[in-house]
């Protein structure tokens, strides 16, 4: 039986949710925000993410967030 890493099948869930609330209220989703979201396996951070995610204004506003601002 495989071992599984719950903190990262957690990660990965919640990356799956904030693309997700992106695509749905702002379009598709750029390769590069993927990529720098798939890199985060902090679940307290993904956790804030998602909150900003659902509650930002704009897209850009989350991207600059995203790109190194603390979120916690």
């Known amino acids: 039986m495989e071992t599984v890493n719950k ?5 990965e869930n919640v990356i799956l ?3 997700t609330v992106l695509k ?5 989703v750029p390769i590069q925000l993927q990529n720098q979201l798939s ?3 902090d679940v307290e ?9 659902v509650t ?3 897209f850009d506003g989350f991207n600059k967030l ?3 601002e603390n979120v916690l």
């Open 24 to 28: 749905v209220r702002f379009g598709s």
């Open 39 to 41: 890199t985060i396996a």
């Open 7 to 11: 903190p990262k099948w957690i990660a």
């Open 66 to 68: 995203i790109g190194g």
């Open 17 to 19: 949710n904030i693309l």
């Open 45 to 53: 951070r993904l956790n804030a993410l998602i909150v900003h995610a």
């Open 56 to 58: 930002c204004q704009s």
